[in-house]
Each structure stands twice: as structure tokens, then as C-alpha cells.
T-cell receptor, first 115, second 112 residues
């Protein structure tokens, strides 16, 4: 059962443009939603994360928008740069001590930012 | 860099063999989670270790096993390797009171 669905699978954006990646989840018990960036041959690196009590969180050029009623959240990358070209994963976890914070990942989005 | 290290970087094995992968967690982190990432897919949770015991397991068969040591480092063991076990194996360290997980660079396992 795919509990976190991510789209699009790939995305091409011009330098300076806005990149938008969307995720939808099924389990309403999820309460922690991180985004990871992964470069080829590297492990995923945490970009930004949000909890369901907040509708938006911004860190630099990265913004998460969260819609609890729709069970959707998205990553917006403002002023996209060629160095942002990577694979992006959304994830979700139950959080808390009882769950052990296992992460359920989306399928990934390959972002290419053209110069 | 996250401070999470993994060894080896790459490994080639043949079907039926056994493999051990190692992970050192970030300083101050007492929890290690292991994930399998097949090519072109998102990481899949294998299991987690806390206080040297398994603390949650994903949909992986018993031939995937692990250990955690008193210094919080961890091993992932896979017996009777199958071709489909070829993947990037990631470990992530965290604490039990925080949700954030920090990933290591991974071990690329190829099964021939």
C-alpha cells in the first residue's frame, strides 16, 4: 500500500523559476512531514519539515504548504538554481516515541533546473 | 555532512551469499534506522534499533537482521542474497524524542 504519493515524477524548470512538487498521504495519523534532497550517489539530506498544526513553513528559498483537510502537502522552491537539480522526496511519519519515527517516502521527483 | 558514516561504500556479492553493512550514528543519537533504496525509488523502511533492540520493522523477510551496539553503531545483515537485494542501503540516526532523521551516504550493494 503506497501511503505517500508524489508528483510529478520529473520536473524541468528554468533558472529563476518556481519549482513545485506535490505529495498526498493516506494515513491521518501521520504528524511529521519532511522533505529530503538527494544528489546522485549521496544519501538524502533533510531540507525542511512541517507538522500538521501549521499551514506553511518557509526556510530561505524553500516553502512547505500543508493542507490537512485535503491530506496534501507541497514543496515550493523559489528562484530555482541549477545547483537545485536533484531528486526530491517527501516523507511522512507517525512521530512520537511509540512509533520510532519510521519514515514513509514518496516515489521521488527528479528536478532539473536549466541555466 | 550529517556525521553519519557507513561502510563499505560499495559491495559486490553473488546470489546466496551473506553481507554485513555497518553504520555509525551521529554523536548524541541513540536510534538507528535502516532503509533500502532501489534504483529510481524512494527509500523503504527495513527496521529500527533503539537501546540495542529492534524497535519496529518494515515489510522485509527475516533474512534481513540487525544489531545495535552500546556505542549506538549498528549493523545490517542480509543472508541468502537475492538479485532483488541490489540497492542502496541507507542508515539514518536520530533520537527517540525527535522525529528528524539524518542519513548517511549509503552502501551500494550489487548482487550478481
Amino acid at each position: 500500500q503506497q501511503q505517500v504519493k508524489q508528483s510529478p515524477q520529473s520536473l524541468i524548470v528554468q533558472k529563476g523559476g518556481i519549482s513545485i512538487i506535490n505529495c498526498a498521504y493516506e494515513n491521518t495519523a501521520f504528524d511529521y512531514f519532511p522533505w529530503y534532497q538527494q544528489f546522485p550517489g549521496k544519501g538524502p539530506a533533510l531540507l525542511i519539515a512541517i507538522r500538521p498544526d501549521v499551514s506553511e513553513k518557509k526556510e530561505g528559498r524553500f516553502t512547505i504548504s500543508f493542507n490537512k483537510s485535503a491530506k496534501q502537502f507541497s514543496l515550493h522552491i523559489m528562484d530555482s538554481q541549477p545547483g537545485d537539480s536533484a531528486t526530491y522526496f517527501c516523507a511522512a511519519s507517525l512521530g512520537g516515541e511509540t512509533s520510532g519515527s519510521r519514515l514513509t517516502f514518496g516515489e521521488g521527483t527528479q528536478l532539473t533546473v536549466n541555466p | 555532512e550529517t556525521g553519519v558514516t557507513q561502510s563499505p561504500t560499495h559491495l559486490i556479492k553473488t546470489r546466496g551469499q551473506q553481507v554485513t553493512l555497518r553504520c555509525s550514528s551521529q554523536s548524541g543519537h541513540n536510534t538507528v534506522s535502516w532503509y533500502q533504496q532501489a534504483l529510481g525509488q524512494g527509500p523503504q523502511f527495513i527496521f529500527q534499533y533503539y537501546r540495542e533492540e529492534e524497535n519496529g520493522r518494515g515489510n522485509f523477510p527475516p533474512r534481513f537482521s540487525g544489531l545495535q551496539f552500546p556505542n549506538y553503531s549498528s549493523e545490517l545483515n542480509v543472508n541468502a542474497l537475492e538479485l532483488d537485494d541490489s540497492a542502496l542501503y541507507l542508515c539514518a540516526s536520530s533520537t527517540q524524542t525527535q522525529d528528524t532523521q539524518y542519513f548517511g551516504p549509503g552502501t551500494r550493494l550489487t548482487v550478481l
